[in-house]
């Protein structure tokens, strides 16, 4: 028996084997989520520079997503390999640095467990499919762009792109809708938050939302087509204006204070796209029609 009709056969060995990975690929999106907003920032400084017409800045290290290796923020100890085991190493070194002993977020095993029990779910829901190796990329990918804008209120383009077009690319084969469907999905998608932007801005003079919001729903939009939109904006609505007013009383800030609106974008499409069905037909049933 090969090692793919084990997995296809053994549902379980399949789940574990996705935490696993999920624990890993967790590991890594610690990574992305602290470095692509930086080299983003490097990047947009250049640029600027560049028309301005001001001499480039001198660029005394090299950094992208693999290099320079991972260093304690404290003493720039460089992270070794057995340091780096996801959850273990953070559980094994007491939440601290082997070096300076300063405290390790406890955001990166958090993360990585996260990633390692979504990854899993994915699995156990789709089974050793193809439409579980899909979702397992858009799932990464939510968590990353969730943080990274929970952080600096910003959803990159070279992640939410991409998965736009790999929804519409996995939709040509009908994996979770029509192509049609997921086309018109991110039509409107966009078009739906790009209008109650304008129509806020009119009204108040002021901006709601970014970009990138639309360019996220459009995304969800080109996974789930069309008909996950409706429940993804009210779940997202519902969510975010509890979650949010919550959050503003914890901090005690003014109800001005801009809240990322992506990671409840992100939720909402998350489970819109998995029982999506299931929930339209149990409020259906339960309406009476």
Avoid at 12 to 37: D, H, K, T
Wanted: charged share 10%; hydrophobic share 55%.
């Amino acid at each position: 028996m090969s090692v793919i009709d084990f997995l296809v056969s053994h549902v379980l060995a399949f789940v574990l084997c996705a935490l696993l990975i999920g624990l890993l690929v967790g590991s890594f999106l610690n990574v992305v989520i602290y470095r692509l907003p930086k080299m983003m920032q490097r990047d947009w400084r250049e640029q600027a520079r560049e028309i301005l017409q001001l001499p480039a800045e001198a660029q005394s290290v090299t950094f992208n997503l693999v290099l320079p290796n991972s260093q304690c923020p404290h003493c720039t100890h460089e992270i070794k390999p057995w340091e780096n085991i996801p959850v273990i190493s953070y559980l094994f070194l007491r939440g601290k640095c082997s070096s300076c002993k300063a405290p390790i977020s406890l955001r990166y095993p958090l993360v990585e467990l996260t990633c390692g029990l979504l990854s899993a779910y994915v699995a156990w829901h789709f089974g050793f499919t193809w439409q579980a190796g899909a979702m397992l990329l858009l799932t990464w990918g939510l968590l990353a762009m969730s943080l990274i804008d929970v952080d600096h209120q910003l959803l990159p383009d070279s992640l939410v792109l991409p998965l736009l077009w790999l929804g519409l690319i996995a939709n040509s084969f009908g994996l979770f809708t029509s192509l049609e469907d997921a086309l018109w999905g991110a039509i409107a998608g966009y078009l739906s938050l790009w209008s109650v932007y304008w129509l806020f801005k009119l009204v108040t003079g002021k901006e709601g939302m970014g970009y990138g919001d639309f360019k996220l729903l459009a995304m969800l939009g080109a996974w789930g087509g069309w008909q996950v939109l409706p429940l993804t904006i009210l779940l997202s609505s519902l969510v975010g204006a509890v979650l949010g007013l919550i959050m503003l009383r914890l901090r005690n800030a003014e109800t001005s204070t801009p809240i990322p609106f992506g990671p409840y974008l992100a939720i909402a499409g998350w489970i819109a796209l998995l029982w999506g069905e299931h929930i339209t037909a149990s409020y259906l049933q339960i309406a009476g029609f």
